[in-house]
């Protein structure tokens, strides 16, 4: 029943009422009372609250990009890591700075045809790897994930490396992240470190304009960078001795074996293969024990590894000339590794040639540059 | 729970959605129970405490009521008496004795009921610094429980309006015990009154989206002014020492100033804020202060419920008992008869800020800092028909722009003076760092004075959130509701500044990792 002298701006809540008394009487159906002024003000202001949070959410967001770090290794990797077309990863390589720094991708896709992505942050503990892994396989479905067992050898529970967790950060998966966070640092500070901003706010005064590029630079290594970092200085170091004599340590982090196994279940759980890496370092002999107990749980799980720290496995490394420090290879030193790492993995695995492949072109762009920077490292295989 | 925590934003927000969940009749209910929460996370002893003064003061305030009504009774039963005096005269004395026997005990209830928690926080608070003096042994180390000035100012207070008969007591000990502990107060102040608080927070509001906006607001700019000046300005005042230059000195000097009045009011914006979310208005703590003509102005602005709690009841105590008369017939003897009328209200200014100078900390710079005041606004006051007489001969016109500034600087230069000693520990050092003020004035690669304490860009970032302070405070001082026409405009003025708040305390703000968020100047009181 309408009432005819009806206007909106008399309509109060008596009207609202009376006229729904009245259709009570009648029988017809109850009108549905009309919103009084108050009520439409509330829900503008709840809608309005809204709007309001979801544009400061972005708004801080973005703050929080421009203000944190672009580790090159880590954080740049992971962000680039989205953009690699998807299907284009063939071998993973997760882990250490051993990994970034001495796994050259631009070697294995010129010389091998293989396509490889470094996805490492220096000092990696295995339960980040856990989250970087997770996070790769839910992008990309590689038929090979190459794991840096280096992290076997931390023995700190937590990490107290702000830069480490920082990383994290590159992470889009909200989840994963907060997961990874939580894992990495203290309960006390999870929260902070969540956040983000208490962590990272005081690095406004050391904004540069490139800060505010989405995505990063990576280091003016172009948008088909593949996460290998160089190192180009030397340190002589000598070929590290090894006591055969024991092999077990006699303390291993709990948290990081855990982790371990973690990463290896996730690769069966997934269908993807995985192999246990021993990337070469001049200081090996306090990690052999470390490494020995990695392959030992390895085996139990029917993954095998190779540990190109032992002799019958070492590339023809010159520790004195080849070494960028005590861990590191430097770029010669990184580009016989990938050599001998290339070989094995050809021999070991059906990876297929994507050379000429337009799918994979941006291998070949990455290529390009680092051989354009590095031009004395390129092959005629090329 | 710090004010500034992330924890204190979840425990308000969550009190707000609660609040405006259950029945209106019961909202008062959740209010108890947030403070109960907040407080108890300051510890088991406080609770007891702050429960024990409320207990106390709720039980007396009810007798001290029923004896008010009684000497009432009695009083208009003299009345009646007096005019059948004539007829049965010994009857009507008995009369007049019972009305003021009924006096004296109200008065030795009130007496006895606020020495008890006066004495407990005078005890706390000083004990140890007395004991300091006499003795190097180590003190007792009394956990001085959170708010204790406050609370305890707040319960005495209520008594002494029940004795005056200004206000009906509390018949719910629950809700007294909600205007004793209500949670935003407890860091901070303000130190309300019960008339002004207790019908608030009973009577139950409805959710008002102008009234929240307005609370979020005033919380964002008192954050503003406390992560970002405050604290970034914070360096300073530990770096200062007669070694430095005059003006550096006399910089730093303004520079705790500022960061003092931004410290203080920030925390007081958070806090009035949260309650304003709930949609109660807390008293007005800070009202612009550096654009006071007077001293006495100043502290009309300054810390504005502790001065309105020393006037109600301190001065008017003293003025108008018998020791206020005499002082008045003293004065008129020793000063004549205009000035004379000054001098009870000259000794009630220095006895209260004598009070209020070593309610701040318990050492000698603190008694001078408040005698300093105390005797400046005395002096005022008695020179006062002196300068008007001056002022109509060389007719000095008040609202002459060049007068106002004149009077804006001559109180600045008194307020400075008295932050030398509230910078300093003892009485030494302030007059060291005093004389070395008016020593080397040499410029010469000056910025590397600030350089050397903290980075370049901290002090250009607090220099600019100054500016922003100054244009803001000017602003208000025009035009005092912006807050609540702020609330009300349209979303595209309003955001904006929300925006530029929320984005400069997230960036520049000081908190994080190494950050002491409980470096309040203004807590523990």
């Known amino acids: 029943m309408k009432n005819e002298n009806y206007t909106p701006e008399k309509c109060t809540d008596t009207e609202n009422i009376t006229a729904g008394a009245a259709s009570e009487v009648t029988g017809n159906k109850p009108e549905k009372p009309k919103k009084t002024r108050e009520e439409r003000r509330k829900r503008r202001f709840w809608l309005r609250l809204a709007g309001f949070i979801a544009a400061m959410l972005i708004i801080l967001t973005y703050a929080l990009f421009v203000l944190t770090p672009k580790y090159i290794y880590g954080i740049c990797s992971m962000y680039n890591y989205y953009s690699v077309p998807a299907g284009t990863v063939d071998v993973l390589a997760v882990g250490t700075s051993l990994t970034y720094t001495n796994l050259n991708t631009n070697i294995l896709w010129n010389e091998y045809g293989i396509a490889c992505y470094d996805l490492a942050t220096a000092e990696q503990p295995f339960w980040s790897t856990y989250a970087y892994l997770k996070e790769a396989l839910r992008v990309q479905k590689p038929k090979l994930v190459l794991l840096d067992i280096k992290a076997m050898t931390y023995l700190d529970d937590k990490v107290d490396r702000t830069r480490t967790v920082l990383c994290s950060y590159g992470i889009l998966n909200p989840i994963t992240r907060l997961q990874t966070i939580y894992e990495c640092v203290e309960p006390e500070d999870f929260i902070s470190f969540a956040l983000g901003f208490p962590q990272v706010h005081t690095n406004y005064y050391k904004i540069k304009t490139s800060d505010f590029d989405v995505p990063p630079k990576y280091g003016n290594r172009g948008s088909s960078w593949k996460g290998y970092v160089e190192k180009d200085e030397t340190a002589a170091h000598d070929t590290p001795n090894i006591n055969f004599e024991f092999k077990t340590p006699n303390y291993v982090n709990e948290h990081e074996m855990e982790f371990f196994e973690k990463i290896l279940q996730l690769c069966i759980d997934n269908d993807v293969e995985v192999i246990l890496i021993g990337y070469p370092n001049a200081d090996y002999k306090h990690d052999h024990l470390y490494y020995c107990k990695a392959f030992e749980i390895a085996e139990q799980y029917g993954i095998t590894g190779i540990n190109y720290n032992l002799p019958e496995n070492r590339p023809p490394i010159d520790y004195q000339t080849e070494c960028a420090d005590w861990q590191h290879l430097n770029i010669s030193g990184s580009v016989k590794f990938t050599r001998d790492l290339g070989e094995d993995l050809k021999e070991m695995y059906d990876l297929e040639d994507h050379r000429g492949d337009p799918a994979f072109a941006s291998y070949d762009e990455c290529a390009k540059l680092w051989f354009d920077r590095y031009p004395g490292y390129k092959t005629p295989l090329y | ?525």
């Open chain 2, 1 to 525: 729970m710090n004010i500034l925590s992330l924890e204190f934003v979840v425990f308000v927000l969550a009190t707000v959605i609660v609040y405006y969940i259950v029945p209106l009749k019961i909202r008062w209910c959740v209010l108890l129970a947030a403070s109960g929460v907040f407080y108890g996370f300051a510890g088991w002893q406080g609770s007891l405490w702050l429960v024990l003064t409320a207990a106390l003061s709720y039980g007396s305030s009810i007798w001290q009521h029923n004896l008010l009504l009684k000497e009432r009774a009695a009083a208009a039963a003299e009345e009646a008496g007096a005019e059948t005096a004539s007829s049965a005269p010994a009857e009507a004395d008995k009369k007049v004795c019972a009305s003021r026997k009924i006096k004296i005990y109200r008065k030795l209830l009130l007496a006895a009921s606020i020495i008890l928690p006066l004495g407990a926080m005078a005890f706390s608070k000083y004990f140890d610094a007395i004991r300091a003096l006499f003795t190097s042994s180590p003190g007792l180390a009394i956990i001085v429980p959170l708010g204790l000035s406050y609370f305890t100012f707040q319960c005495v207070g209520y008594m002494i309006d029940i004795y005056r008969g200004k206000a009906e007591p509390a018949r719910n000990p629950l809700k007294f015990l909600l205007f004793a502990s209500f949670f935003p107060q407890m860091t901070q102040g303000p130190i309300a009154q019960y008339t002004q608080l207790m019908p608030q927070l009973e009577e139950g509001h409805r959710f008002d989206p102008d009234n929240f906006t307005a609370g979020v607001q005033i919380a964002l700019w008192g954050l503003f002014k406390k992560m970002i000046i405050a604290d970034n300005l914070a360096a300073v005042n530990s770096a200062v020492s007669t070694n430095n230059r005059g003006w550096f000195i006399l910089l730093s000097v303004i520079i705790y100033l500022i960061r003092l009045y931004c410290d203080f009011s920030g925390g007081m914006d958070v806090i009035r804020g949260a309650a304003k979310m709930l949609g109660i208005d807390m008293a007005e703590n800070f009202r612009r202060p550096f654009f006071s003509f007077s001293v006495a102005e100043y502290w009309r602005r300054w810390h504005i419920s502790l001065g309105n709690w020393f006037r109600n009841y301190v001065f008017y105590t003293i003025t108008t008992s018998g020791f206020g008369i005499w002082l008045a017939k003293a004065g008129k003897k020793l000063f004549g008869k205009k000035a004379g009328r000054y001098f009870p209200a000259t000794i009630s200014t220095i006895v209260i800020f004598f009070l209020i100078g070593i309610w701040h900390v318990a050492n000698l710079n603190a008694v001078l800092y408040g005698l300093y005041f105390g005797l400046t606004m005395g002096i005022e006051l008695l020179l006062e028909p002196a300068f008007k007489k001056l002022k109509k001969k060389f007719r000095v016109n008040e609202k002459n722009v060049f007068w106002k500034a004149f009077t804006l600087v001559r109180t600045w230069i008194l307020v400075l003076l008295a932050q030398y000693f509230a910078i300093t520990a003892t009485p030494k050092e302030a007059f060291g760092l005093l004389g070395a003020t008016f020593r080397n004035w040499s410029f010469a690669n000056g910025w590397a004075q600030f350089t050397d304490i903290t980075y370049a860009i901290v002090w250009k970032v607090a220099g600019l959130a100054v500016v922003v302070l100054i244009i803001v405070d000017i602003i208000c001082e025009r035009k005092p509701d912006i807050n609540m026409k702020l609330a009300r405009a349209p979303f595209y003025v309003r955001w904006p500044v929300l925006i530029f708040l929320i984005l400069a305390i997230v960036i520049f703000g000081c908190y994080g990792a190494d950050y002491d968020a409980t470096a309040f100047l203004y807590t523990h009181f």
